[in-house]
Every structure is written in structure tokens, then in C-alpha cells.
């Protein structure tokens, strides 16, 4: 919804359809778009796999995708088969054979795809690019990033049952999305697979005390 409402503020934007298996969260949608836009969106709401019936529309030149980590990369690839621009949300697959996936549609179909690793346009890590962008601290050659905030209001339903969230982790421990950390300091020191790129990157959590 977060990600919605930032959409219907840039300029040139429509938003002719909505896709949600829940529908309340489909209205919501429905409801956000409308306020903002003046026009009421299409809302597919049937089923996990409805977002396919999306697809097809001609009105569409991109998809943005703000699902569960693991819709990512099958979501991803039908939208390229369906001719579409992509945004998806961190992590962009879960899997080293999605990825593999990913890159072969996205070369067969020549669409477009961007990573919304949003935090690297938060206020504070744009006020240290500019200032990296103008020189302020010299040649940067050390960086250290953390991204910790509270998730267990993420990871619960009001009820008590587990959000997609909470059973993304139920049974596995890991970071699913270093670029929170690693994205911005990565931008500050112009690693950005042109200039400079990863070589190697290691992500690990310890264990709860």
C-alpha cells in the first residue's frame, strides 16, 4: 500500500489495474488509486494465480511487484513473457536456479527489470551520497552498513497466526536481503557494476541470545 501510494504521486503515472488475493487489500488498493487519480482501477482478486489474467491487459506497460519474497522470480518471468517492465521488491528470487531463470527470459524477451532496493533512497543515505558525490570524505575504500529495525509486528497477524513474513522464517535463519545493508554503500563507493562490482558478498545472522 506504502509502495502504491508513492506510485500514484510520481508524474505521467496511471494505475488501470490492481491484483490482490485478498480482497480487502484489493479494495484498499482500489480505494488508494481512485483518491489519487481520479479513476477507479480494475481489481483481479481471484486466486493466487490471477495476477496471469493481469497480465494479458494491453493498458500495461510495467508491473510492480510487492508480494512474498518466493512469488518474486515466477511473477517476474510471466510479466517478461507478457511483454512487461518489472519492479520488484527485494529479494528478487530466493534460489540460485530462479535466478538463472530470471536472466534467461529477461535475454529471451528483452524487457526491463529494476530492483526496488528502496532503502537506498531514504533521506539520510541520499544526504551521505551527495555529500560521497561531492567529495567530502576524499577516496572512500572502507564502508560498514546494518539495516535493524523491529519485525515482530511484521511476522504476526492480529490474531496470532504467522504473516508470509513470519513462515519465510519459521523453519530457516539467514539475511533474504543484504541490500538493505550492503545497497547503500555499495552506491557511496560506485559499486555499480560498471565502474566496480561484487566480487563475492557473505550474509549471516548469529543466534539469538
Same mark, same amino acid.
Given at each position: ?23 480487502? /487489500? ?73 535466478? /538463472? ?5 529477461h535475454r529471451a524477451t ?38 535493524? /529495525? ?19 522464517v519459521e523453519k530457516t ?6 541490500? /538493505? ?21 557473505v550474509a549471516m545472522d548469529?543466534?539469538?541470545?
Open positions: 500500500t506504502g509502495l502504491l501510494r508513492i506510485t500514484t504521486r510520481l508524474p505521467n503515472v496511471e494505475v488501470p489495474a490492481v491484483c490482490d488475493i485478498v480482497p480487502e /487489500h484489493a479494495k484498499r488498493a482500489q480505494d488508494v488509486v481512485e483518491k489519487a487519480l481520479g479513476k477507479r482501477p480494475e481489481s483481479y482478486e481471484k486466486g493466487s494465480e490471477d495476477y496471469r489474467r493481469l497480465l494479458e491487459r494491453g493498458d500495461l506497460d510495467a508491473v510492480v511487484l510487492g508480494t512474498p519474497q518466493e512469488l518474486h522470480a515466477p511473477m517476474t518471468i510471466d510479466a517478461f513473457k507478457a511483454g512487461k517492465f518489472v519492479g520488484a521488491e527485494v529479494p528478487a528470487c530466493t534460489t540460485i536456479d530462479e535466478c /538463472h531463470a530470471m536472466i534467461a527470459a528483452k524487457t526491463g527489470y529494476m530492483l526496488l532496493e528502496n532503502y537506498i533512497y531514504s533521506s539520510h543515505v541520499m544526504q551521505v551520497q551527495n555529500m560521497a558525490d561531492q567529495g567530502l570524505f576524499g577516496e572512500l575504500t572502507y564502508g560498514y552498513g546494518s539495516y535493524i /529495525h523491529e519485525l515482530r509486528g511484521m511476522k504476526y497477524n492480529k490474531d496470532g497466526t504467522l504473516t508470509w513474513r513470519g513462515r519465510n535463519r539467514g539475511i533474504v536481503y543484504p541490500t /538493505h545493508a550492503i545497497g547503500p554503500v555499495c552506491r557511496w563507493m560506485g559499486v555499480d557494476g560498471v565502474k566496480d562490482r561484487l566480487a563475492t558478498l548469529s543466534k539469538s541470545l
